[in-house]
């Protein structure tokens, strides 16, 4: 049984807090451009999980959405605030999906971009097994080589390009292989959605390739409420590919 731990993280700005969670394998850096464009209205907070960026982790192991998410409410907690709009981007999503089970009252709304609800399939499954095998093997640049452009929407930007790589490289390939299987096992949220009674917006990028926008579509609808907003020109990182359209809508829904 592994503790909770504090997450570091990068902050900005004044008033109630807008955590934000990032995705695999990516940091706090996922963020940024909303880090900068909220301020004026959050205490923007965006956190490296476990192993990621500045939370160092010598011996990554346990790992799973559910340590994620105590992870964060732990920080939470240091930070000394109840409650945060979370935000939360793919395996964020899944975070996110974790921290409402298990610690729902520190969630004041929610805000997911492309994610789902599902649990890995089986083929899925063996799919992580041969990542977090062949990351282990050939190393994290060869891994965004196959996986990188197909996080990209049709005409990404040169800066989200290297944003990305940059991250992917900057990962620890231990901590990759352990958060691929933590992903593999996770559970199936799609019964939470129904119990979602928070503001909830749900982002995503036109042009995801790994996660159609037409499921998520859909996903969105079982929550009651919940605002769907396309990100256009964007594939599966809008934070990066569009992140002006991205501060626009959350903006809007945080000030709403
Ligand atoms: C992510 O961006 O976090 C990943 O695509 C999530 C996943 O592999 O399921």
């Known amino acids: 049984m592994t503790d909770p ?13 807008l955590l934000m969670i990032h995705g695999f394998p990516f940091d706090r850096r996922q963020w940024f451009p909303q880090v900068a464009g909220l301020a004026d209205i959050r205490t923007c907070v965006a956190v490296d999980l476990r192993g990621h960026g500045l939370s160092l982790d010598e011996e990554p192991r346990d790992y799973s959405m559910d340590l994620f998410a105590d992870d964060i409410a732990a920080t939470l907690e240091d930070i000394g605030v109840d409650q945060a709009d979370i935000a939360g981007l793919s395996m964020g999503g899944y975070v996110a999906f974790a921290l409402w089970r298990r610690h729902r009252a520190r969630v004041r709304s929610l805000i997911l971009s492309d994610t789902k609800p599902e649990a890995d399939s089986d083929e899925a499954k063996a799919g992580r097994d041969a990542a977090a095998k062949a990351i282990l093997d050939e190393g994290m640049a060869k891994f965004h080589a196959g996986l990188g452009p197909k996080l990209m929407g049709d005409d990404p930007s040169a800066d989200a390009v290297e944003r990305i790589e940059q991250m992917f490289v900057d990962t620890d390939p231990g901590v990759a292989a352990a958060v691929a299987i933590a992903m593999r096992d996770r559970q199936d949220s799609t019964s939470d959605l129904g119990t979602i009674d928070v503001p909830t917006l749900w982002l995503h990028g036109e042009q995801d390739k790994l996660m159609p926008i037409d499921d998520a579509r859909a996903r969105a609808e079982a929550v009651a409420g919940a605002r ?3 990100i256009p ?24």
């Open 233 to 256: 020109g964007a594939g599966h990182v809008p934070t990066l590919e569009n992140p002006d359209a991205v501060s626009t809508a959350m903006r809007e829904f945080l000030t709403t």
């Open 228 to 230: 769907f907003i396309a």
């Open 5 to 17: 731990m504090k997450l570091a993280y990068e902050e900005r700005g004044s008033g109630p807090v």
